[in-house]
C-alpha cells in the first residue's frame, strides 16, 4: 500500500523556486502555481463561465498558493477572495498578492470548506473551485452553503477529478489518495447534489482526457529536474509524487476515473 506523500505543503513552501515554476510552465503552458488538472484553457474560460466583470466580487475555494486569483484580479481588476486549508498555502498567496500590488482588491484566509464558512449571504457574484470538492467531506453542505453566498443569477463552478467509470483496485485506491484526504464519487452523484442544493446545472464537462495529458506532462517535468526536486523534497517524496501521478495518468488514460467541469447557476 503507498505511503500517504506531501505533495501540497512541498508545492507550496518551494513555489518561488525556478524549478518549480519551470514544471509548472512545462506542464501547463502557464505558471499560476498550479496543483491541480486544470488547463490553461479551462483557466482561461473560468471568468467566462462566471461571467465576471470588474465590478465582481468573487470567492475561491481551495486556493491553494494563490496563483490564480492574483492573476485573475490583475486581468479583470475584480475583488477577489481565496481560502485554503493549508497554512503555507495562504503565506505564500498572501506574499504574492503583495509583491503584484493587489492586495487592495485580493484577500487570503485559512478555512476548511466542510465547516461553517464566514461569508454574508448574497456577498458574492461567482465562486469557483478547481479540484477541491473531491477532498471535503460533506459535498451537500458545501454546496448548499455556496448557494447561499451567491447573488441570484450568481454562478459556481468546481471541478471534480475522482468521479469512477470503471473498475479501480484497492491499490490504485491508495495511491490516488496518497496526497491527501479523497472522496470518490460514482457517476450522477454530483448531478443530484447540484439540484438539491437549488442550483440549476448549466453544464457538466467530461475534461478526463486534459487530465490524462496533464498527469503525463508533470510526472516528465519533475522527471528531468530528479535532482534539484530531490534537495528539496527528500527521495522518498519525489518517489512517492511520481507514483501518484504514473497512477493518475493510468486511470484517466483508461478512463478509470473521470474529472468532470461543472457549472452551476442560482436562479
Known amino acids: ?25 512545462e506542464t501547463y503552458g502557464e505558471d499560476f502555481g498550479q496543483t491541480s488538472w486544470v488547463s490553461t484553457e479551462e483557466s482561461h474560460e473560468i471568468p467566462e463561465l462566471l461571467r465576471l466583470s470588474s465590478s465582481s466580487r468573487i470567492l475561491e475555494i481551495g486556493c491553494g498558493s494563490g496563483g490564480y486569483a492574483v492573476a ?39 478555512h476548511d470548506a466542510s465547516k461553517q464558512l464566514p461569508y454574508e449571504d448574497g456577498s458574492f457574484d461567482g465562486i469557483f473551485s478547481t479540484d477541491v470538492m473531491c477532498h471535503v467531506p460533506g459535498r451537500k453542505e458545501v454546496l448548499t452553503n455556496t448557494y447561499e453566498m451567491l447573488k441570484p443569477g450568481g454562478r459556481f463552478v468546481f471541478s471534480d477529478a475522482l468521479v469512477i467509470g470503471g473498475v479501480v483496485s484497492n491499490e490504485e485506491i491508495a495511491t490516488r489518495s496518497s496526497i491527501g484526504m479523497y472522496f470518490f464519487s460514482p457517476p450522477g452523484v454530483n448531478e443530484q447534489l447540484i439540484k438539491e442544493s437549488g442550483f440549476t446545472l448549466v453544464e457538466a464537462r467530461d475534461t478526463t482526457e486534459s487530465s490524462a495529458r496533464l498527469s503525463k506532462r508533470w510526472h516528465d517535468a519533475r522527471e528531468k529536474r530528479k ?32 474529472r468532470f467541469l461543472y457549472t452551476c447557476e442560482k436562479q
Open 227 to 258: 535532482d534539484a526536486l530531490i534537495a528539496s523534497e527528500s527521495n522518498d517524496t519525489f518517489l512517492g509524487i511520481q507514483r501518484f501521478l504514473e497512477c493518475v495518468h493510468t486511470l484517466t488514460s483508461e478512463r478509470r476515473l473521470l
Open 72 to 110: 485573475l484580479a490583475k486581468r479583470l481588476g475584480c475583488r477577489v477572495v481565496g481560502f485554503e486549508i493549508d497554512a503555507s498555502g495562504v503565506k505564500t498567496a498572501t506574499a504574492l498578492a503583495e509583491k503584484e500590488d493587489v492586495s487592495d482588491i485580493v484577500e487570503f484566509a485559512q
Open 1 to 25: 500500500m503507498s505511503a500517504n506523500v506531501d505533495l501540497y505543503k512541498s508545492s507550496y513552501s518551494n513555489y518561488s523556486l525556478e524549478t518549480y515554476s519551470e514544471i509548472r510552465v
